[in-house]
């Protein structure tokens, strides 16, 4: 059971990348996932998020508009486009999943599976 995760790199204000995390072992559509990030010196916090009950999404108030997280159930892989970036979203970014548990999928307590992470670098 795990994840692998892609996507993270260095990038310039403004620009863009796409995260991606395939899991194997389990099926995604029955989980809660999300994406969450930790920037250096500071907790892991939750970006965006699928419910596992009707598919709606949350996501943090920092990335609203600019980040969109999606599925892929034929491909059992979950993405973070991520949009207009700035040097804030630096970080390590980890994908995650939970089968039970609060409805609130922006927490990082409770998760069941975690991606090793990716590092996302947004500067000059």
């Known amino acids: 059971l795990q994840f692998v995760e892609s996507g993270g790199g260095l990038v310039q204000p403004g620009g863009s990348l796409r995260l991606s995390c395939a899991a194997s072992g389990f099926t995604l559509d029955y989980y809660y996932i999300g994406w969450f990030r930790q920037a250096p010196g500071k907790e892991r916090e939750g970006v965006s998020c699928?419910?596992?009950?009707?598919?709606?999404?949350m996501d943090a108030d920092s990335v609203g508009g600019r980040f969109t997280i999606s599925r892929d159930n034929a491909k059992n892989t979950m993405y973070l486009q991520m949009n207009n970036l700035k040097p804030e979203d630096t970080g390590v970014y980890y994908c995650?999943?939970?089968?039970?548990?609060?409805?609130?999928?922006?927490?990082?307590?409770?998760?069941?599976?975690w991606g090793e992470g990716t590092l996302v670098t947004v500067s000059l």
């Open positions: 995650a999943a939970r089968r039970y548990g609060s409805t609130y999928c922006l927490s990082p307590i409770g998760m069941d599976y």
């Open positions: 699928i419910s596992r009950n009707d598919d709606s999404t």
